[in-house]
């Protein structure tokens, strides 16, 4: 179970550092929430996977200069290791591909992550596809963010 647990907020690690444009997300407090979508994590009951899905925000802080140049760490999920295989952040829209490590797995995970964002907010889809005890694995969630102010506390 605790694999399944991790995985949740691991679908919406996004991927690393390549581009941004103009407005990108403002620096400053922000808030986010996961929901799970949907799950099939081999070994683990669908009982248990949606019993891990807490929905609770989680808030972390966006510096001036990660807003410059690497906004999408909003998109990172708690404790996943992540390495850009793909990254874009402009128009409005985020398009992202990483292979994240987490403790739980064996191999790497690799995470594809689509939406939408502006100066104050995101909202995204991510699908995250890998293996567990040899067998697949696949975890979809949808993300929101919002920009709380400026002040990081």
């Not at 995970?109 to 293996?131: C, E, L, P, Q």
């Given at each position: 179970?605790?694999?399944?647990?991790y995985?949740?907020?691991?679908?919406?690690?996004?991927?690393?550092?390549?581009?941004?444009?103009?407005?990108?997300?403002?620096?400053?407090?922000?808030t986010?929430?996961?929901?799970?979508?949907?799950?099939?994590?081999?070994?683990?009951?669908?009982?248990?996977?949606?019993a891990?899905?807490?929905?609770?925000?989680?808030?972390?802080?966006?510096t001036?200069?990660?807003?410059?140049?690497?906004?999408?760490?909003?998109?990172?999920?708690?404790?996943?290791?992540?390495?850009?295989?793909?990254?874009?952040?402009a128009?409005?829209?985020?398009?992202?591909?990483?292979?994240?490590?987490?403790?739980?797995?064996?191999?790497?995970?690799?995470?594809?992550?689509?939406g939408?964002?502006?100066?104050?907010?995101?909202?995204?889809?991510?699908?995250?596809?890998?293996?567990?005890?040899?067998?697949?694995?696949?975890?979809v969630?949808?993300?929101?963010?919002?920009?709380?102010?400026?002040?990081?506390?």
């Amino acid at each position: 179970m605790q694999g399944a647990a991790y995985l949740i907020p691991l679908a919406f690690a996004g991927a690393a550092a390549t581009a941004a444009t103009a407005p990108g997300p403002q620096a400053g407090r922000w808030t986010h929430v996961t929901q799970l979508v949907s799950a099939d994590i081999p070994g683990v009951p669908e009982t248990l996977i949606r019993a891990a899905d807490k929905r609770e925000p989680r808030t972390t802080c966006l510096t001036a200069k990660q807003a410059a140049a690497t906004p999408q760490v909003l998109l990172h999920a708690p404790g996943a290791t992540c390495s850009s295989r793909s990254y874009t952040l402009a128009a409005g829209k985020i398009r992202g591909q990483s292979l994240c490590r987490v403790k739980e797995l064996e191999t790497p995970v690799k995470t594809v992550t689509t939406g939408t964002y502006s100066a104050k907010g995101y909202v995204t889809r991510s699908v995250t596809t890998g293996t567990r005890g040899g067998r697949p694995l696949k975890v979809v969630t949808a993300t929101s963010g919002k920009w709380l102010g400026t002040a990081c506390r």
